[in-house]
């Protein structure tokens, strides 16, 4: 059994903890700008930069682009702001709806349809984000994320429940 201070040796050491921290980096680098399996890479976008294929989730893809658009769009006021508490209740639910449509209902969507709607997701996003740390506190925007976070919880909950039974 090793003594504790063999143990305090081993994390105090620069080269371990380096060794360590290059090998997750090695082994997670590979979900950095995708988080799909390769059983899944269909919902990616695929670009060849020399010898290697890198992946690019095509929803998140959205995603990213809908965050900068939404920062945007508040910060040079292009809306009024009586839309952006609607925007935030609506806009998720496409991307939720699809979501739930492939996952339970073996719907077929496509990289353009997860990418257009990730934009609206991001927006949301980003809308969200600003509302709730320039009205802190408010317990409407709140509400809406602790909801859109639960329903996925539970969804993702009941997709991995069945994917165990179907296996």
Not at 104 to 109: E, P, V
Not at 146 to 161: E, G, P, R, S
């Amino acid at each position: 059994m090793k003594s504790f201070r063999q143990n305090t040796d081993r994390v105090s050491n620069p080269n371990h903890f380096k060794n360590v921290l290059t090998k997750g980096f090695l082994v997670s680098f590979k979900y950095v700008l995708s988080h799909h399996d390769q059983k899944d890479y269909h919902r990616c976008y695929c670009f060849n930069i020399g010898s290697n294929k890198i992946y690019l989730c095509a929803r998140c893809l959205g995603i990213y682009i809908g965050i900068i658009l939404g920062f945007i769009i508040y910060f040079l006021e292009f809306i009024n702001e009586k839309f952006y508490l609607p925007f935030l209740i609506i806009a998720p639910l496409f991307t939720f709806i699809e979501w739930a449509s492939v996952s339970f209902a073996n719907y077929k969507s496509n990289n353009f349809l997860r990418t257009f709607l990730g934009i609206f997701l991001g927006v949301a996003y980003a809308f969200g984000l600003i509302l709730f740390f320039v009205k802190f506190p408010n317990i409407q925007i709140t509400l809406i994320g602790f909801i859109y976070a639960l329903a996925a919880i539970v969804l993702i909950y009941a997709k991995n429940k069945i994917n165990k039974q179907k296996n």
